[in-house]
């Protein structure tokens, strides 16, 4: 059986916490693996807030001369490419719009769910119920998403298959909020990519990431070193391979 677990050596680099501002970066040796894949991931998004994460390098795990790994760095973005979100609608007027994935949806005093136009003559419900319709709807729907009607004006986005796509939310009009709920991002080091031993100058031989948000927001991660010679040992609280 080729188990990814014999493959891939886990754990965890930032403890799922509410961050505001710049976390702590935990420090894992590369010298038995050839690259590593850090993953993070993103709760609830103020709109506009940033969660940046940044590779780092260090010469041991105490992090002695820590330093940013050149260019290893991503931004996720409330609203863009993320995972699931909400549209709040409040009082929506006609002709406003909000777009998603590329595809506006337009509100009018009757609905034309083939072409994107949703109803605003009804309380805020019913106007989400008919934005449902609309991005849900077989030829005018937004492809790989799935519109889920939560009650009360708003409006869940989720990939039809979980993990196959993304979303992203542009030009909302005042009166159509969104907010992202949950996001995911990944940055991947190789060991060429570390700094080497200069004259008196210790090679960099261990890596971390640090994650910085703009805001408070719940935040989570794992570091994931591969491309070893040898079958990694995991250290756990639990695991079945079964």
């Known amino acids: 059986m080729n188990l990814l677990s014999e493959r891939l050596k886990v754990d965890t680099e930032l403890v799922s916490q509410s961050l505001n501002g710049a976390s702590t970066a935990i420090y894992y040796n590369m010298k038995k693996y050839r690259k590593a894949l ?86 805020d419900a019913a106007d989400a119920a008919s934005l449902v319709l609309c991005i849900n709807h077989a030829t005018g729907g937004v492809p790989g998403v799935t519109a889920v009607d939560s009650g009360g004006g708003v409006v ?28 995911i991002g990944y940055l991947e080091v190789d060991h060429t990519m570390m700094t080497k031993a200069v004259g008196a100058v210790a090679a960099f031989t261990h890596i971390g990431f640090i994650v910085t948000n703009s805001g408070a927001m719940q935040t989570g991660g794992v570091v994931l070193r591969g491309n070893n010679r040898y079958t990694p040992t995991q250290y756990v609280a639990a695991a079945d391979t079964a």
């Open 38 to 123: 850090f993953v993070w991931e993103i709760g609830a998004m103020a709109a506009a807030a940033t969660s940046i994460a940044a590779a780092w390098e260090a010469q041991d795990d105490a992090g002695t001369l820590a330093q940013a790994l050149a260019a290893i760095t991503d931004t996720i973005t409330a609203n863009l490419g993320v995972s699931e979100a909400t549209l709040t609608l409040v009082t929506v007027l006609v002709a406003d719009i909000v777009v998603i994935n590329g595809l506006t949806y337009t509100a009018a005093a009757v609905a034309d769910v083939p072409n994107r136009i949703f109803s605003q003559a009804g309380a």
């Open 156 to 183: 869940t986005l989720v990939a039809t298959e979980l993990g196959e796509m993304n979303i992203t939310i542009t030009l909302p009009a005042a009166t159509i909020t969104p907010a992202t709920i949950r996001a």
